[in-house]
């Protein structure tokens, strides 16, 4: 028998959710930067979510986010950086040692 009136559950979100503009994601990266700025090593210190509660703290569409929503977005952009940062060294390496000879 076929039941004609079943809906499935849909799943709830428990967490806090931010739909993602660029302008967003600048103001976002802004503020992380003004606040790594004079010692990058700073970032995600002490915790991680002391961190993002200072970011919280500077920026009202942030308040009422969990910190983990912003350390999710945070990933992506700091592997590109450090991949961007080897880049970089290497290129300056073979440019130096090109130099050189």
Same mark, same amino acid.
Request: net charge positive.
């Given at each position: 028998m076929k039941n004609d009136d079943y809906q499935p559950l849909l799943r709830r979100r428990r967490n806090s959710y931010l739909k993602w503009t660029e302008s967003k994601v600048l103001e976002f990266l802004e503020i992380v930067l003004d606040l790594v700025k004079d010692v990058p090593e700073s970032l =995600? #210190?002490?915790?991680?979510? #002391?961190? @993002?509660?200072? /970011?919280? =703290?500077?920026? @009202?569409?942030? #308040?009422? &986010?969990? @910190? /983990?929503? &912003?350390k999710n977005k945070m990933r992506p952009f700091r592997t590109q950086y450090i991949s961007a940062v080897q880049w970089r060294s290497n290129i300056e390496v073979g440019l130096l040692a090109e130099e050189y000879q």
């Open positions: =995600e #210190k002490p915790t991680a979510q #002391k961190f @993002y509660a200072k /970011v919280m =703290e500077r920026l @009202y569409t942030f #308040k009422d &986010l969990n @910190y /983990v929503v &912003l």
